[in-house]
């Protein structure tokens, strides 16, 4: 299902009940409220929207309201907030679901909490609308049971129509960093292809400077592994000052294919680099040479790579996550580092022998 025929069904199911009415619809059967904070580009939002929660309305009917608040408009964002500071957190990331009293986050808590709650809330007799701070001023005033309440985002049909601009507008600062270094990364990638034309004999894996790719891919390993960390434990990552981690993380580019979260792609490319350089570093001959084609091969590609996702946070996505910057760069200075060992394999032999004088015609016999 897509993003936005999931958001919209979400959004319009089942709302018949208003705040502050009593939990209970119009047929008299009770009824449980929720609020779910989200971001039209959280791909754990969609997630939890197209595989529980719009499963669940379907099953329930009216028995099951629940109100979408999108944290990328203003007024979402307050609300998101407050939510936090009643709870008692200084940082939360979306799918953020909040039910009486509790607050449940992430597209496996959600799954595994929710449907149970629903079953418990709806024998104990109903559930209101959470108490949460300037939700009930945000709802439309006069409203009555026959009428359906307004969701506090736009509609969801226009949530993937803004402009680059005002995506970028989101966080300024982050994106413009973004930018900075997607232009170096450009710069890299053209300086790489005027470097492997240049008419030098390249370097060897075997110099002492090449325990810089170690040092560096160690360091990605690091990066890439925190990462893959919070992509598939579904925690709320450690950004810094600028930034939001946690809106790339949670978007649907954060998966390949929809499957493979980016951080563990870029495990498996460092752990491949890495094998290639020590490959290249101690082996000899033919298996050394083609480690370092390997390495350079790989190094490239993950800085293309890199670049592409470095384009998507500003422009697309929208937020910049500082550890998928660190590793961009990274991978880029590795691809720069495997220039020229990449050079001076294809400029070398594939077999370097020992040479043997010839017997002397003359000497023979004597």
Known sequence: MKKNAALKAILLAGMFLLFPAAARAQTGQPAVRAVLFYSPTCGHCELVIAETLIPM???????????????????GSELFSAALQKFGLERGGVPFLVIDNIYLVGSQEIPERFPGMVETYLAQGGLDWP??????GALPAGTSQTSPPEP?????????EASWRERFARDPLGNSISVV??????????????????P????????????AILALSIAGTLVAGYLAYVE?????????PVGDCNTVQQSEYARLFGVLPIGMLGLIGYAGIV???????FADGQPGKLAALALFGMTAAGALFSIYLTFLEPFVIGATCAWCLTS?????????????????????????????ALPNPSLRGR
């Not at 309305?57 to 007024?75: E, H, M, N, W």
């Open 57 to 75: 309305t379907k099953r329930y009917g009216d028995q099951l309201q629940i109100l979408g608040v999108d944290v990328s408009q203003p007024q």
């Open 131 to 136: 108490n949460l701070p300037g939700l009930e």
């Open 152 to 160: 506090l985002t736009p509609d969801s049909t226009h949530l993937d």
């Open 181 to 198: 270094i997607l232009t170096g990364m450009l710069g890299a990638a053209v300086w790489a292809v005027v470097l492997f034309r240049k």
């Open 200 to 211: 030098d004999g390249g370097a060897s894996l075997k110099d002492n400077w090449s325990w």
């Open 232 to 240: 598939t434990a579904q925690v709320e990552a450690v950004c810094g």
């Open 275 to 281: 094998i290639a350089w020590a490959v290249g570093r």
């Open 328 to 356: 961009a760069v990274l991978m880029t200075v590795l691809m720069l580092l495997s220039v020229k060992p990449a050079k001076a394999a294809l400029s070398r032999p594939s077999h370097v022998g020992k040479s043997r």
